[in-house]
């Protein structure tokens, strides 16, 4: 299912050309990006959000808008280490790291952190449960659970399903259906969550799935699955806003403290 990205593979003969003028990527700031990405992929695997070697995340490296971090091809979430993640430009090219982006990873991971500033994160997953929701009639979520009114008015629905994203007209597209939207539902496909740092893409992509996973739950029931008020669903969504970039920050700082105990090879 996964495809390499060809045009990645030039990339010896594209940091030859940087030269002299090849940023500096081995900063402290860049160190902490790739530790705390590299503990979200971990996570992920072990809440089964991962499938196979398929699903992607990204995040724009920090001091250098014009390129982003992301897993390399080839590789499933459990195996990923701080090391082992690749910085791209968005041509394509590799600049940092061995191996090359998985080929939608990047037509569609490019195109979003271009045309879309403020998504300096993106993470992608088929994760069960919201990619379940992406399957069915209407929109995906119901707002019928406390923890689905985090995500009140911050989703999209990317309707116009076009088979694997293999260009960048397709990422293209996919970036021109998001609108204000954090959340992006990818009908017949998946989900992306856009965040500004990596602790609240990781936040958000944890929590959506676990709203998504109390829904089917109460969809399976066959009894009528109840929404919120909207009056009181609107002011729930501004209540748990309040301060979740904080809440963010502290649950990523929760993940590695438990990946530091129990999976420290992360790091490397």
């Not at 990006?33 to 724009?60: K, P, Q, T, Y």
């Not at 929109?139 to 076009?162: C, E, H, M, S």
């Not at 994203?165 to 609108?179: K, T």
Request: proline share 4%; with cysteine.
């Amino acid at each position: 299912m996964a495809h390499s990205l060809s045009h990645a593979a030039s990339s010896a003969s594209a940091t030859a050309s940087v030269g002299s003028n090849r940023p500096d990527l081995a900063t402290d700031s860049i160190r902490t990006a790739r530790e705390d990405l590299a503990a979200c992929f971990r996570m992920a695997a072990r809440n089964g959000f991962e499938e196979g070697i398929c699903n992607h995340f990204s995040a724009v490296v920090p001091g250098h808008d014009d390129l982003f971090l992301v897993n390399p091809y080839g590789y499933a979430f459990r195996e990923i280490t701080a090391s082992k993640l690749l910085i791209c430009d968005f041509h394509g090219n590799v600049l940092d790291g061995e191996g090359v982006p998985e080929a939608t990873a990047f037509y569609i991971h490019a195109e979003m952190h271009k045309r879309l500033p403020r998504a300096k994160v993106a993470f992608h997953t088929h994760m069960p449960y919201a990619t379940a929701l992406s399957m069915t009639e209407g929109d995906p979520l119901i707002w019928a659970g406390q923890t689905a009114l985090k995500f009140y008015g911050r989703t999209a629905v990317d309707r116009d399903y076009n088979g694997l994203a293999l260009d960048n007209r397709e990422g293209a597209r996919i970036a021109s259906a998001v609108g204000n939207a954090d959340i992006v539902f990818m009908k017949h496909h998946g989900v992306m969550v856009l965040a500004p740092t990596i602790a609240e893409a990781w936040d958000d992509l944890y929590y959506l799935e676990r709203a998504a996973e109390v829904q089917v739950l109460a969809m399976s029931t066959g009894r009528k699955v109840l929404p919120v008020d909207a009056a009181i669903a609107a002011e729930t969504y501004k209540q748990m806003r309040d301060g979740d970039s904080e809440s963010a920050r502290l649950h990523l700082a929760a993940v590695r403290r438990q990946l530091d105990a129990e999976e420290p090879q992360y790091r490397h």
